[in-house]
Structures are given as C-alpha cells and as structure tokens.
C-alpha cells in the first residue's frame, strides 16, 4: 500500500469515530430522534473489510451501518442528514439511521430486521452468476443473526447453488444485551459454517490491517470460484446496543479493557511503529476527520425536512 | 379460438415471458425435473435449463428472499410457493423487504418480482393445503395482489404482473387448475393489473367475487336467472390496489352488494369491499351489504361433510343473493 493509502483507512476510522460522538450528542440534545446504533469499537472491521472490495463487490450490513456507509463511500454530509431525517440525506430523510443506502456506491443498505438481509444478498449474488458477471456480494451480520433461521438457509443455499458470498459476521460478543454464549450454542461463530461445508475462518477485527489483508485473499478465492465463505470478525462495541441501553449485562472493566484494543490507538502505533506516519501527520488527520464532520453537522442542520407529499411518494412504480 | 385449463394458461404465459426476456427466471420447490408439484412449470425445466427453472430447497422464506435479492439486481423472478399455506415463514421478506423497499430508497430500488401461490379449499387438502391468505397481503401497501379466475385473465394478468416493476403476489385458486376451462387467443396480449371486470351484467343484485368464487358465483347467477332475478357479477382480479370505481357503478346500478369470498368473514377482503361501499354509496344502498364467506374457524377441515359446509358453492350463493335481491 501506498502511504496514501495507509492515511485513507486511518481517516475514514476517525470520520467514522468522530461522526458517532457527535452523533451521540446530537441524540442527546434531541436532533436525533429513534434509535441509533453506535460502531464505535467496530470501525476497523468494515473499514479493513471494504477497502479490500473492488467497485463491482456489493456490500450488503445490518442496521449498524454508519460505519459501513461511510467506507462504501457516502458522504459524511449524507450520513449526518440521513440521522437527523433531512431531504438531502443518502435515503432522503425516509430511512435513518437504520436504513443508510446508495446503489450508486454498490451500497446496498443497512438492514433493520436481524438477518432478513441475508436471503436477499443470496439473491444479489445468484444475478452475478446469472449474468456472468464477476463479482462478490459481501453480507455483513452481527453474532445475535447467526441463530435466526434467515442465516442457516441463506449459507445452505448460497453453498449448494455455489455462489459468490462472503458472510462476514461481526461478532461483537452481545446480540443486544445477550452474551454469545448464552445465545448461541457454540460461542466460536465460525464452526456453523462446518455444519454446510463451507470454508471458514476467524479474525481480529481490531486490527485494520489483519482485516484487510484476510479480506483480500478471502475475496480473490471467491473471485476465482472458491464458492462462499464465512468469515468472523471479532470485535467489541464500545457503547451501548443503542442510545438507550444502560448496559447492566457487562461489566465497565471488561469494556475498558476492550478499550485499551480500540483500532484506532492501534492502527497509530502500527502507522507510527513501521513508520508510515508520523504523530504530527495523524493529528492532522485527526483535524481533517473533526472538519469533515462539523461541516456535515453544518450540512444536515441547515438542510430542510422532506415535504409533506413525500409520504405518497414512491409507494408503487408507476410506469 | 384454443380452449385450455387455468393451469395451462398460467404455464404458457411463464413460457411466453420467458422466451421473451431472458431475466426472467423461475425459482421454486420441485419447479424443475418435477414440473411443480401442480405441474404449472412443466417442460420449462427441459426447454430453459437448469439455470432458469431452478429447484430451491424447502425453505421459502429463501425463496423469497433470492427472488427480492435478483430483482433488486434487474432480474424478474417468479418465485413458486407450492401451496399458499406455506408462505408465512417468508413473511417477513414480502410484507418487510419486498414491499418496503421502493419507499424506503426513495425510489431507487424496485422489486419486479412475482411470488405465485395456488390457494383455497374444496379439494380435500385439509388445514394445511387449502387456505385463502389475500387479505394479509392485500393490507400491504407496496404489495400488488392479484387472483385470476379464468384462463384468459389467468394468462394475462401473471404476463403483466412478469412485467409489472413492483412485487406482485398471483395468487391462483388451485381447485379451478384444471377444472375451469376458457377460450386463450393465439395472439399476444395482456391483461392490465388494477381494473375490475364486470363479468355478467344484472339489474337486481351485485355479487363481487374472485378466483373460484367468481366462477361459482357465474353459476349463481345462472340459477338465479331461471328465477328472473337478474344478478350483476363483478370479477375483482386485482386485489390491491383496489379498483373502486368498477365497484361503486356496480352498486349504484342495483342498489345491493353481495361479497363472496372462501377466506373466513371477519377482517377478509369483503370488509374492505363493505367498506367502501358504505363511505362511497351509502344513499345508493337499497340493502344493507351482505357478505357470504368462510366461517371463522382456524383452517379448512378434512372431513367432507365440514369441508362442504366450511365453503361457499353456487347454491349458497344464489340463496344469499335471492335474499338479498327480495330485501
């Protein structure tokens, strides 16, 4: 990689941080309304994940999905409007937070129902091969997914049709408030792959560049008819499930010694460590993230609300 | 003019709109090898291959699911629910993501799907085999439902709703697949989604039915003619959106609507069809409205004499009207 390169990941981990603390504080003050998912803790994951995709791999998540919008190339302008429900946010003020979106960037939407996205990345993926086209839906799905129906169907079919799916499962070890292994009956989420065959592996996902470079290969084999694999991406979250979880199922020592892991604090000794960067250069990167997001604060504030018609609008395709 | 089933013709429009778009795909349990388990997909297996006639495992929310994910792609799927009974774990895709999904992308993305379903009782398939499930469909905007009850309309209406751009549920009355008969024209032609169809004119009394009920209320109507009274029967075909206008010069022809339908009374698709009578025709009325459905029990029994008493047949029908047209 480029040294350039190197910045860009560490710049869209910091868009991402700085975006959820002040989005956060935006809930607080009541500019946000609903529910609203932090990823902070998580941010490596997708960023090392999508920056390995090329522009015809699709991207498919679940319902934390800022993160995810900002790597597949959203705005922050279009995030920080979509959370505060404006027009001039990526799903025009109709989805929030949940519901992020832009096909235009291969983004094909955050997803609110724990795991319904799945069958339909299963989908995504058969056009591909329908239409001879070479390319790999990445669906992306939290631990508490892995034991609803949606994913035990979804891998049996995208494996037994072959197709060109990498399941990624974050496994941020808390389905809500439920610990993985009291939900689930193996705790190590990769092993339900086995019970399908299909090749599996597990990560760091505190660590960018592990998550990239796994991501890169994994890709390049499914790319060239590996069939579908799954791939587990430990990590933590930070914060809450959502804005309003008192978080009584975990203890605070446990988060701060998860903490002391944060991606971010890792990534800068990495970059610093095999000096790629220097402090001095990842501060600056750090005061461009803090611009970025005050503007797209500035931007989503100062956009107007979507018109009262646009409740009818976009029920049925009229032709 | 060729004379064929309602399955025929439903079979020959997929083969039609198959050979005509090379998008279009079928996805279904044994659609393939077996031809279906009604045989409405016979001989596409061998005609279009294994990649477009595709035999999915038993799991329909998946289905479903494939089918909305390829659509989003620009396919146009018709996915195959062996029988309707068996649609509720793919629920949540149709009623969550199919039919939100042009709303919630604000127009961006579109679900051209088609998810078919052979429904209804009267052919002994028990509790699990011989539901009708239109009015949940029929709730959901976003949704378009459609029910043929003849093989020209049967033909016409699943072409159109191949190429509709929204998702459509075809929903077909399985006890008329090979029982109701009708003239198909060689030539090419559709049948739009939406309007009604006034299908025997009448003076006395208005009948709105569809599916199998609309060919037993023809029948209805017949007896009923012997009589001198003069039934009017409307053939809704499109569920949702509703066409309300067909609805409402009906009534206010003849001042007295009968609502037939074999999915149980109470929150089915009559109430809605009362309803909008009751808002928009009120002063029209000459009799309260009257609705002729299944009982509010949970399923359709086996034994035959509760099966014959569960369903609506022309003779329940003509007794309703006949009622109805003396008020």
């Known amino acids: 990689m480029e040294k350039l390169e190197y910045l860009d990941l560490y710049q869209q981990m910091v868009v991402i941080r700085r975006l959820e603390e002040v989005a956060a504080e935006l809930y607080q003050k009541g500019k946000i309304g609903g529910f609203l998912h932090l990823y902070i803790g998580q941010e490596a994951v997708s960023t090392g994940l999508i920056s390995a995709r090329r522009p015809e791999d699709r991207v498919i998540t679940a319902y934390r999905d800022h993160g995810v919008a900002i790597n597949c190339g959203i705005s922050a302008n279009e995030v920080m409007a979509e959370l505060l429900g404006k027009v001039t946010g990526c799903s025009r003020g109709k989805g929030g937070s949940m519901h992020l979106a832009d096909v235009s960037k291969n983004f094909w939407g955050g997803h609110a129902i724990v795991g319904a996205h799945l069958p339909i990345a299963v989908g995504l993926a058969l056009g591909d091969v329908y239409k001879d086209r070479k390319a790999v839906t990445i669906c992306m799905f939290g631990d508490g997914a892995t034991n609803i129906g949606f994913l035990h169907e979804a891998l049996n079919l995208s494996k037994v049709w072959n197709l060109p799916v990498l399941w990624v499962c974050e496994n941020n070890q808390y389905g809500m408030g439920t610990a993985v292994e009291r939900a689930s009956a193996v705790s190590e989420i990769r092993q339900k792959a086995c019970g399908y065959g299909m090749k599996n592996e597990a990560i760091n996902g505190m660590d960018v560049i592990e998550v990239r470079e796994t991501a890169l290969r994994i890709l390049e084999e499914i790319r060239n008819g590996s069939g579908p694999q799954l791939l587990e991406i430990d990590t933590y979250r930070f914060r809450g499930h959502s804005m309003g979880d008192p978080e009584r199922y975990r203890k605070a020592e446990e988060v701060h010694q998860w903490q002391e892991n944060d991606p971010i604090g890792i990534y800068r000794r990495y970059l610093i460590g095999r000096e790629v960067a220097t402090e001095a250069e990842l501060n600056e990167q750090d005061g461009l993230a803090e611009q970025i997001v005050q503007k797209a604060v500035e931007f989503a504030e100062a956009s107007p609300e979507p018109s009262p018609e646009e409740l009818y609008a976009h029920v049925y395709v009229e032709e | ?327």
């Not at chain 2, 294994?50 to 035999?55: M, N, Q, Y």
């Not at chain 2, 993305?109 to 052919?123: F, K, L, M």
């Not at chain 2, 009604?196 to 039915?209: L, T």
């Open chain 2, 1 to 327: 003019m060729p004379e064929m089933t309602l399955i025929e013709a439903i079979r020959q429009a997929m083969d039609e709109e198959m050979a005509r778009d090379p998008n279009v795909f079928i996805v279904g349990e044994d659609v393939g090898k077996r031809g279906g388990v009604f045989r409405a997909t016979m001989g596409l297996y061998e005609k279009y291959g294994e990649s477009r006639v595709i035999d999915a495992p038993l799991a329909e929310l998946s289905i479903v699911g494939v089918g909305i994910g390829a659509a989003l792609y620009g396919m146009r799927p018709i996915c195959e629910i062996q029988f309707a009974d068996y649609i509720f774990p793919a629920f949540n895709q149709i009623v969550g993501e199919a039919a939100r999904m042009y709303y919630r992308s604000n127009g961006e993305w579109t679900v051209p799907v088609v998810i078919r379903a052979p429904y209804g009782g009267g052919i002994s398939g028990g509790l699990y085999h011989s539901q009708s499930v239109e009015a949940f469909f029929a709730h959901v905007p976003g949704l378009k439902v459609v029910i043929p009850s003849n093989p020209y309309d049967a033909k016409g209406l699943l072409k159109s709703a191949i190429r509709d751009p929204n998702p459509v549920m075809f929903f077909e009355p399985k006890k008329g697949y090979r029982l109701i008969r009708g003239e198909v024209p060689e030539e090419e032609y559709l049948v739009p989604i939406g309007p009604a169809k006034i299908s025997r004119f009448g003076r006395d009394v208005s009948i709105f039915a569809y599916g199998m009920m609309h060919y037993y209320a023809l029948q209805a109507a017949e007896m009923l003619a012997q009589e001198g009274i003069e039934a009017e029967v409307v053939d809704l075909r499109t569920l949702a959106p509703v066409d309300k206008t067909t609805i409402l010069e009906s009534v206010k022809r003849t001042g007295k609507a009968l609502i037939v339908h074999e999915d149980n009374l109470t929150l089915g698709y009559g109430a809605e069809v009362a309803a909008i009578i009751a808002e928009y025709a009120f002063t029209d009325l000459d009799a309260p409205v009257r609705r002729l459905a299944g009982p509010d029990v949970p399923g359709v029994p086996f034994s035959p004499p509760l099966q014959e008493w569960f369903m609506p047949n022309p003779e329940k029908i003509a007794n309703a009207a006949r009622e109805l047209a003396r008020f």
